[in-house]
């Protein structure tokens, strides 16, 4: 078998890296890779572009999230998701219109007893104590506040059973500033999606919030929870079959166990 000479081995190697430069190219540019050369040619998005078909896709699917929870004003919003801790949004969407219809402000709340809250709001889980946190938030909101739901992190994280996320989610749906609850849904769609070593939720959040824009985040948790629910579930795709984990990791073959929040 003859070799090419120097001349033709010059124009190979050339042609071959147009052709491997070719395949890395595409819709998301050259910054794709090649993970395996040859007959199993598969390009892996790294994480800059997979961020951005993340944001893409689910600004796509979810042009206007809406807020899981129901609730009328920042008060409300705030008891909706003290409620939601370690129970499911339809549950308390459930049980709110009946205590709200009797307690849908501070100054009502203070004045009922924790039996007459815990009667209505048993079925959310962690009786009595969510009762008795929406009683004393309830009268230090009056005490301290005016009657009105505080704007900082640090006030909110302050009362009785508010914890980091509660206080995120009303600061951002409520007050517009910008945030990044990350619930069980989020936080099993940064691992699956290699955004996040989920460590923890508050690592997971702030990996998030390093690789999205803060325009971003107060949108992006709604449409990363609707997406969670619908496309990516605890108990079924597992890393493998919705249409981000597919795009973004296409030879991926084993299940993605994710660590619970």
Known sequence: ISLPDRQGR???????ALLFQGLGDGRFGRSREL??????????????????????????????????LDHNDAYTLLIAVLLSAQCTDARVNQVT????????????????????????VRPCGLAPR??????DLSRILIDRYGGKVPMSFEALEELP??????????????????AFPVDTHIHRLAQRWKLSS??????????????FPEKRWNNLHLQMIHYGREH??????????????????????TKIITRKS
Not at 10 to 16: H, I, K
Not at 102 to 109: L, M, R, S, T, V
Not at 237 to 244: A, D, M, R, S
């Open 35 to 68: 993970q395996k050369i040859g007959s199993g040619v598969a390009p892996v998005m790294k994480i800059g572009d997979r961020v951005r078909f993340i944001d893409q896709t689910l600004s796509r699917l979810y042009p206007a999230p809406p807020i899981p």
């Open 130 to 135: 969510k009762a008795r946190s929406i009683r």
């Open 198 to 211: 989920g460590k923890s939720v508050m690592h997971t959040e702030r990996d998030l919030k390093r690789l």
């Open 10 to 16: 010059s124009a190979c190697r050339n042609g071959s």
């Open 161 to 178: 059973g508010v914890g980091h996320k509660t206080a995120s989610v009303v600061l951002s749906q409520a007050f517009g500033k910008a």
């Open 97 to 120: 219109p009946a205590l709200f219809a009797i307690a849908g402000n501070p100054a009502k709340a203070a004045a009922l007893s924790v039996e007459r809250i815990d009667a209505i």
């Open 232 to 253: 990516c579930p605890a108990r079924d795709c597992h890393g493998l079959k919705c249409e981000i984990c597919r795009t973004c990791f296409p030879n991926r073959k």
